[in-house]
């Protein structure tokens, strides 16, 4: 049975910082990697994914995945009050079954 | 705003009512899924369809009946819920198994 670990949170940032978010994996064979942002009352909105070792970066997010050590974190730059939610880290279960393995999720709270 | 549509957003029914949670996507994408979560859970996935077939039913009671019309469209059919029910409903697709997913906005469910 995969695992994906999350902390909990809540992880405080004052406004203008980076927000640093982590999640391990226990597959060593997990191959994708999702990151969803959910605001309280919402859905899930899909917000970065990545495949490959080494960094991605789209606008002020970056997801960082290192397959040897089995983690994958978001770096959120210059962090705004409007990034407070609660960040999912997910990857498939594998075999084309569809099935996402979810972390528990981040809260995240941008102080201004 | 987001790609997959859902209807209704809001949904009270009683325990002897049948009713029809609606689902619709204009992305091409062949995955779609219904997912069931609580507050502060992540998303629990119940069925899975993939071309059209339904390939994953993740033990769901009988109550829950789900439906794919065509490429665009799943359907969840409700009826003799119980109280627990009571959760947020969630479609989301993919151009295929194990790709990035979409969620739609949901349907917040209130069972009396």
């Known amino acids: 049975q995969k695992e994906v670990e999350q902390n909990s949170g809540p992880l405080s940032v004052p406004e203008g910082a980076i927000a640093s978010l982590n999640c391990t994996y226990s597959?060593?064979?997990?191959?994708?990697f999702f990151w969803y942002r959910q605001y309280s009352g919402k859905s899930p909105e899909l917000i970065m994914f990545?495949?490959?070792?080494g960094d991605k970066e789209d606008g002020r997010f970056t997801a960082q995945l290192n397959k040897a050590s089995q983690y994958v974190s978001l770096l959120i730059r210059d962090s705004q009050p409007s990034d407070s939610a609660t960040y999912l880290c997910?990857?498939?279960?594998?075999?084309?079954?569809?099935?996402?393995?979810f972390g528990q999720g981040t809260t995240l709270q941008v102080k201004p | 705003d987001t790609e997959v549509t859902q209807t209704p957003k809001h949904l009270v029914m009683g325990m002897t009512n049948k009713k029809s949670l609606k689902c619709e996507q204009h992305?091409?994408?062949?995955?779609m899924y219904w997912y069931k979560q609580k507050a502060k859970k992540p998303p629990e996935l119940m069925f899975v369809?993939?071309?059209?077939?339904?390939?994953i039913n993740e033990s769901v009671p009988s109550r829950f009946s789900p439906e794919c019309p065509n490429s665009s469209l799943l359907n969840l059919h409700l009826h003799a819920l119980q109280p627990e029910d009571s959760a947020l409903y969630l479609c989301?697709?993919?151009?295929?198994?194990?790709?990035?997913?979409?969620f739609g906005d949901g349907t917040r469910l209130s069972i009396l």
């Open positions: 597959d060593r064979g997990s191959q994708s």
């Open positions: 992305m091409g994408h062949r995955a």
């Open positions: 989301a697709s993919s151009h295929d198994r194990d790709q990035p997913q979409h």
């Open positions: 997910a990857l498939p279960e594998g075999g084309n079954t569809g099935k996402l393995i």
């Open positions: 369809y993939s071309y059209e077939k339904l390939s």
């Open positions: 990545i495949y490959s070792n």
